[in-house]
């Protein structure tokens, strides 16, 4: 492959044969030395990223994906593809391959920057004329292009600016709402996320979007977010045999914080073991731990497994853990003792302290978090023929953009699967669910952004380009998040780990990025006071959105709302045959519960419940039992799940 003088390694055109399938037509410079229509071995399914499943049924789209370099086995590259479809009669020159009636071909660009909508626009561009051509044996524009970008792209100081073309914040919180936090902290778990959604642009852009909230992580922490050493030899990814690859899962692991003892058995969540089974890396009856080399680590799993419905099952036994990192909070549950020194939030506290954290640099915190390494991968899309990759056992986990029904049905590889134009989140896992569980503070902070984001602004000229609820403030209100979380992971002090979730915050403590945090000297995180930026005390706002959340994101909830929905159609029913009397009472009631569940304008607010029934979270788990007469309301709603 030759080398780039910038930033574009190739410009490839991908065609649809109707008997070869998809294939390279042609590619400046070559993909192979010699032959500008094939792929190398290592790129052997690159036309089923660039020409994703599903594109028949679009005029034209984008897709963004993540492969491999085939040079260096810890760098990735990025791709972006723009496909059209036209009709054939639109051509001047029709080949003798073309039989249908259509003609789908797509202009694929790879680079080593993750400028995906700077590089989109510019390509959109360029896909039209060449279609407009009517004549695909015209490639001059291609290496015009190729020498453009390398041209206007050529310096590192394009990036900072640039980076974020498309992914627009405000319509990702538009349309996952409070439920945008909860994927936030998900990814902090490194599980394993599938994302679903055709057409695929909206798709890939919700997974970009979602990373552009970690600082950094879109300019610098997807270096190695495809790079994974399979355990057996695969045909669609590059071999390097002679090269200290960065899977020396169990070594690097453990070195990453000396003063750790013990191994934690969540660290080595790959689930070597049946993946149906939701202890499958509590193997070897309960005793060991077999690494991806082979190796064999002893633990104690006999309480681990002792699991119980409204307790978090104790952890293995961890010693001399830095900074006082208490890994054992077993004592709190959902029954949070609250830190009642504080008043009740306003506007002008919040926003004061959120401006000084946001001043600090996040790149002295040890931003980005070391999140995509290690054998945990993102790929904003994935076709089929990879699908076996993601059973690897080398692959510790992933999040993974996928436009093919079948992904959905291989439920032994996925944790949490979201449909992204729904924003419905389906985790199976009860110990899952809890630890995603929102707490008050949380909902307090969703309801801040949602709110700020949602509010028309009258002194805007355009909508979304003001500060205060556009997409860069709402970007540094989740890096505020992130590095008061990181600040308070480093206290003993329950009660203030407990704002985040004390089953989230351990389950956390034990993954790759936080141990790779800790082992780096984050002196700047010092001047983080600790704690939740929303923590205070408990109010009747905080009631009304906790029930708003539980009655429109939770199983239970749904099935009360539909339950009114058919009762309020039967009262109207019958009110016409008794004169209405019936009508007015169900109005009646139709008012006392929308005041029950309607946050009312203030700092803890959140949206009037959607009529319409806004699509769930499937949660389960155990509620936060503040006041009597709230938890009365979640208690029906969790008497439903059942």
């Not at 681990?304 to 900074?323: H, I, L, M, Q």
């Not at 994101?553 to 109207?572: F, I, P, W, Y």
């Amino acid at each position: 492959m030759a080398e780039s003088v910038g930033p574009i390694l190739h410009v490839i055109v991908i065609g649809f044969h109707h008997k070869k399938g998809c294939q390279v037509e042609y590619s400046f410079p070559p993909l192979v030395p010699g032959a500008s229509n094939e792929c190398p071995l290592g790129w052997k399914y690159l036309p089923t990223l660039a020409l994703p499943d599903g594109s028949h049924n679009y005029d034209e789209d984008t897709v963004y994906f993540h492969v491999p370099s085939l040079n260096d086995p810890n760098k990735t590259i990025y791709g972006i593809s723009c496909f059209k479809q036209i009709p054939v009669e639109k051509l001047i020159n029709r080949t003798s391959d073309i039989t249908r009636g259509t003609v789908q071909k797509s202009v694929c660009v790879l680079s080593t920057m993750p400028l995906y909508g700077h590089i989109q626009v510019k390509m959109a561009l360029i896909t039209h004329a060449y279609f407009d051509e009517g004549d695909f044996s015209k490639v001059s524009l291609l290496e015009e292009t190729y020498h453009h970008l390398n041209s206007c792209m050529s310096g590192d100081s394009h990036m900072p600016p640039q980076v974020f073309i498309g992914l627009s914040a405000r319509d990702f919180i538009l349309r996952f709402r409070h439920k945008a936090l909860l994927l936030f902290k998900l990814l902090l778990l490194e599980k394993k996320v599938v994302f679903y959604q055709s057409p695929v642009q909206p798709l890939c852009s919700a997974i970009l979007t979602l990373l552009s909230f970690f600082p950094s992580m879109i300019e610098t922490g997807l270096e190695q977010a495809a790079c994974i050493r399979p355990s057996r030899p695969m045909s669609p990814i590059p071999n390097f045999e002679d090269s200290e690859y960065l899977n020396n899962f169990d070594s690097n692991l453990t070195n990453a914080n000396p003063a750790v003892e013990t191994v934690q058995p969540e660290i080595l969540n790959n689930r070597i073991a049946d993946e149906s089974d939701d202890n499958a890396y509590y193997i070897n009856d309960n005793k060991t731990i077999e690494t991806m080399e082979g190796k064999t680590i002893e633990v104690d799993l006999t309480e681990a497994n002792s699991e119980s419905a409204d307790v978090f099952p104790e952890e293995p036994k961890v010693t001399k853990v830095p900074n006082s990192l208490n890994l054992n909070s077993n004592e709190a549950d959902n029954n949070m003792p609250r830190d009642t020194s504080n008043d009740t939030l306003s506007d002008a506290k919040v926003t004061s302290s959120l401006t000084q954290i946001a001043n600090i640099d996040p790149d002295l915190c040890g931003m980005p978090l070391s999140l995509f390494t290690k054998g945990y991968l993102c790929l904003p899309y994935l076709s089929l023929p990879y699908l076996d990759l993601l059973g690897d056992e080398n692959v510790r986990g992933y999040v993974v953009g996928a436009t093919n029904v079948l992904f959905k049905q291989k439920k032994q590889l996925i944790d949490v699967l979201i449909e992204a134009e729904s924003a419905r989140i389906e985790a199976n896992d009860p110990e899952l669910r809890r630890q995603l569980h929102l707490t008050t503070e949380d909902l307090r902070f969703a309801d801040y952004v949602v709110r700020h984001v949602s509010e028309p602004k009258k002194d805007n000229f355009f909508d979304g380009v003001g500060w205060e609820g556009g997409d860069e403030w709402i970007r540094t209100q989740f890096r505020v998040y992130l590095l008061c979380l990181l600040r308070t992971s480093m206290q003993q002090d329950a009660r203030q780990t407990d704002h985040y979730n004390a089953a989230f915050m351990s389950a956390w403590r034990s993954t790759n990025n936080f141990k790779m945090w800790t082992s780096l000297c984050n002196t700047e995180i010092n001047c983080i006071e600790p704690g939740h930026p929303f923590a205070g005390q408990l109010s009747v706002q905080d009631m009304k959105l906790r029930l708003s959340h539980t009655m429109q994101n939770t199983e239970g909830g749904r099935k009360l709302n539909q339950a009114m929905a058919s009762t309020g159609r039967a009262v109207a029913t019958t009110g016409k045959a008794v004169g209405g009397a019936l009508s007015q009472a169900k109005g009646a009631f139709s008012n006392w519960w929308s005041t029950l569940t309607t946050v009312q304008p203030g700092l803890e607010t959140s949206e009037t419940p959607n009529k319409n029934g806004e699509p769930h979270v499937t949660d389960s788990s155990p509620r936060e039992k503040s006041v009597d007469g709230f938890q009365m309301g979640v208690d029906v709603a969790s008497t439903l799940d059942k």
